[in-house]
């Protein structure tokens, strides 16, 4: 950002690029004007491992943000530092708990919705306005299954949505043991992992062994295109 004097007022110039992209540059002479560069217009350096091998990995990056230099990890960079930085990395179990309660807390919504829509009062012979209707009906029955049904792929070392703390109740709603996650996590992570996202695919791209959450993705994908889905019903998905 550079700064100049003209009249005995000064002007600055800021550019609202960060980093090397950022730099601003003057061409010509311009007459009565005294600059002088306060920042100037550099990238973010990082030394990613031993800085005294022959080949360290240097990460540049316009902004004070490092993303992918460890997969899945982003690195916000605070201060200048001429010396190692060791940098811990956990797995953040609360976001996946918080995660975890919101689908239970929409999947129980969607069940009270669908309840209230078919709805069928006998002393005032009240109906909701999908009471009978055959497509609402097979994406309950089919949101149900999916929900409680233990998945196949041999290889999984978790395959019952009880396992980690899904539990289905009364009326087919879910609860979340919260205790019983955690102590799964704790014991296995990878494993917590693959039963809620392992996806695998053969060389033609055939999908296999689908696990809880790209499953019910596809179920609910299925049922907007098959079942003709529209208007309340697919409020509801």
Same mark, same amino acid.
Do not use: W
């Given at each position: %950002?550079?700064?100049?004097h003209?009249?005995?007022?000064?002007?600055?110039?800021?550019?609202s690029?960060?980093?090397?992209?950022?730099?601003?540059?003057?061409?010509?002479?311009?007459?009565?004007?005294?600059?002088?560069?306060? %920042?100037?217009a550099? +990238?973010a350096?990082?030394?990613? &491992?031993?800085?005294?091998?022959?080949n360290? #990995? /240097?990460?540049? %990056?316009?902004?004070?943000?490092?993303? $992918?230099?460890?997969d899945?990890?982003?690195? $916000?960079l605070? %201060?200048?530092s001429?010396?190692?930085?060791?940098?811990?990395i956990? !797995?953040?179990? +609360?976001?996946?708990?918080?995660?975890?309660? *919101?689908?239970?807390?929409?999947? $129980?919504?969607?069940?009270?919705?669908? +309840?209230?829509?078919? !709805?069928?009062v006998?002393?005032?012979n009240? #109906?909701? /306005?999908?009471? @009978?209707?055959?497509?609402?009906?097979?994406?309950?029955?089919r949101?149900r299954?999916?929900m409680?049904?233990?998945?196949?792929d041999?290889?999984?070392?978790?395959r019952?949505?009880?396992?980690?703390?899904?539990?289905?109740?009364t009326g *087919? #709603?879910?609860?979340?043991? =919260?205790?019983?996650?955690r102590?799964?996590?704790?014991? +296995?992570?990878? *494993?917590?992992?693959?039963?809620?996202?392992?996806?695998?695919?053969?060389?033609?791209?055939?999908i296999v062994?689908? *696990?809880?959450?790209?499953?019910?993705?596809?179920?609910?994908? =299925?049922?907007?295109?098959r079942? @003709?889905? =529209? &208007?309340? =019903?697919?409020?509801?998905?």
């Open positions: %950002s550079p700064a100049c003209y009249g005995g007022e000064p002007l600055s110039v800021v550019s690029t960060t980093g090397a992209p950022g730099k601003i540059a003057f061409h010509g002479d311009i007459g009565g004007l005294d600059f002088q560069t306060l %920042s100037e550099r +990238d350096k990082v030394v990613f &491992g031993d800085p005294n091998s022959v360290p #990995r /240097i990460i540049k %990056s316009s902004s004070n943000t490092v993303q $992918n230099v460890v899945g990890v982003t690195l $916000n605070v %201060s200048v001429d010396k190692p930085v060791d940098v811990s956990d !797995r953040d179990v +609360d976001t996946m708990v918080e995660d975890i309660k *919101a689908m239970v807390e929409a999947y $129980n919504g969607t069940l009270d919705q669908i +309840d209230e829509l078919t !709805r069928f006998p002393d005032t009240e #109906r909701g /306005i999908l009471l @009978g209707d055959g497509t609402i009906l097979q994406i309950q029955g949101l299954n999916e409680s049904r233990r998945l196949t041999p290889t999984l070392e978790i019952s949505p009880i396992d980690v703390g899904l539990n289905a109740g *087919a #709603r879910l609860s979340f043991d =919260e205790e019983t996650f102590a799964a996590f704790e014991e +296995d992570a990878d *494993a917590v992992k693959d039963f809620f996202t392992k996806l695998e695919t053969t060389d033609g791209d055939q062994n689908v *696990a809880f959450a790209p499953r019910l993705a596809s179920v609910i994908d =299925e049922l907007v295109d079942c @003709g889905v =529209e &208007g309340d =019903e697919v409020d509801l998905l």
